[in-house]
């Protein structure tokens, strides 16, 4: 009996085929290919001019495509005419090679291919290159900008081209596991319908359904519900998502997302499976081995401890509720504040008046927003020192240090104001020292997943409740009896995963029943005709049989910026818009044709 093939036997014969049956007229090898044992071997190379070097009867160049640089070397006693034509190559032409591999003398260890050099025989220029508007090497003198508008240039880069690699193995790496783990990957539509309750819609206008859209999904969230009912119980997708929103560092008009939906689950079954996932991926992407659980806490817990949903956990410095302890003591600021609370910060106690200083101005930035900081320093002599040592006794000062675990050398750093705003300046000082004291160590992944957000949260302009996830999150089955008269008391079944203080996704168990959704939509303000003209078809398709079911979706660009260690996904997406969200490259968004306008029965209104 014949032995079956293995699948990678299959490709290698396949490729191997293609190789012997066809001519290779532009090259044998690529550049990062050749070796010490190729030494004698007659090839043929293509790529771009890395750099020229002139050196009296010698001419070197570097010659670049996307697996490498091998070395090409011009004798010119031996060959004048190349030689001299050689040397009015310039940097990125691109040129077709022919020559023989030999030893190199002087072996470059930094580079893979370092061990040998062309000896090149034949030179064929494919095409000349203008000078580029920057230098295309690992540290360019381009700035972002001009970078973002010649994109494939700054994509020939080595750095670019290494995030590129790490992208398309992170996409080959969640395939391999979410395929084996039984997920099916499907693909949804691309032009859905517009539904309110999250970021802005990009719309389309339709030309054959004249003064009607599309919307750009923002998340296939629907259309997973579906699948799930369709019977389809492992669904995933590596898909493009569209939000209209104020962009920063890890946010882009489109994105994309790892989006998976499973049935017949609770919350612990799709935390396991996604746990795994990004262990897999520490495993193959980082060659890091993670042991144990990912630890849990709940968004009040975390909130209270961090101040933030999102916490690194890489490091301590965590917030202690001091508003008891300080409160009513004589001290203006903080007898009128509705929240105090402190970071105690281990030896620092050394801080000089200007370190404090710049700390003071840091949480006085618009973006964060509170009016000064108090601070207490513990001497290691065993005295106290404080910016409010005028209002509060040395026993006072004593008992804050004993309530938040400060000791000898150690620093106090106390902040007041409403409570939200408080806690919010007070998780973006703790990152700061943990910044300035090198605690955010680069390479240490301390992920944990954060559970039972609030169901709702109150909208104050427009008078409503609006879906803190989204409407078909499904409330704890604990909190039901809430629902009606004490909304804001309801936890979501809803989950977010956080790695180093970045939140990579999120996601819930969603409403599977008729009743419970139409609960849901009615607290979120909708009447029975809007429901059914904005989920009309969702919520005729939970009548016939829809199983529980729940999901998660991961940001892959942020996961990608997350394991090349970046805080900017721009880096790790081929074409990215800017921070205004224009394409730099091809100048969009751009002006459409009046002709245009007219089919699609638009007009601007002054």
Known sequence: MKKKRGKENILRDYFMYFCQNFSVMYRTHNCGELRLEDAGKEVILSGWIQRVRNLGGMTFIDLRDRYGITQLVFNLDQNPALCEEARKLGREDVVRIEGVVRERSNKNKCLPTGDIEVEAKKIEILNRSELPPFTIEKDTDGGEEIRMKYRYLDLRREPMKKKMILRHRLAQEVRKYLDKAGFLEIETPALIKSTPEGARDFVVPSRLHKHQFYALPQSPQIFKQLLMIAGYDKYFQLVKCFRDEDLRADRQPEFTQI?????????????????????????????????????????????????????????????????????????????????????????????????????????????????????VKFQEDGSVKSSVDKFFSVDELMKWG??????????????????????????????????????????????????????????????????????????????????????????????????????????????????????????????????????????????YGAPPHGGIALGFDRLAAMFGGSESIRDFIAFPKNNAGRDMMADAPNFISKRQLDELNLRFRE
């Open 259 to 375: 989006d998976c939906e499973m049935s017949f689950v609770e919350r612990e079954d799709v935390l396991k499976v996604f746990e795994g996932l990004i262990v897999y991926l520490f495993d193959t992407i980082l060659q890091i081995k993670y042991n144990g659980n990912f630890p849990q806490m709940t968004y009040r817990e975390a909130m209270e401890r961090y101040g933030t949903d999102k916490p690194d956990i890489r490091f301590g410095l965590e917030i202690t509720n001091l508003t008891m302890e300080v409160k009513g003591k004589g001290f203006p600021v903080f007898d009128t504040a509705e929240y105090i609370g402190g970071i105690c910060v281990p030896g620092s106690a050394g801080y000089s008046r200007k370190q404090l200083e710049q700390l003071t101005e840091f949480v006085r930035q618009p973006q964060i927003g509170v009016g000064g900081l108090v601070y």
């Open 402 to 543: 004993e309530h938040t675990g400060a000791g000898k050398g150690d620093l106090l750093l106390i902040l007041s104001g409403k409570k939200n705003r408080t806690l919010f300046a007070l998780s973006e000082l703790r990152l700061e020292m943990g910044t300035r004291l090198g605690l955010r160590e680069k390479g240490n992944y301390s992920p944990l997943w954060v559970l039972d957000f609030p169901l709702l949260e109150w909208n104050e302009e427009e008078k409503r409740y609006m879906a803190t996830h989204h409407p078909f999150t499904s409330p704890l089955s604990e909190d039901l009896t809430l629902l009606e008269k004490h909304p804001e008391q309801v936890r979501a079944n809803a989950y977010d995963l956080v790695i180093n203080g970045v939140e990579i996704g999120g996601g819930s168990i969603r409403i599977h029943e008729t009743t419970l959704q139409g609960r849901m939509l009615k607290l979120l303000g909708f009447t029975d005709e809007e429901a059914a003209t904005q989920f009309g078809f969702l919520m005729e398709a939970l009548r």
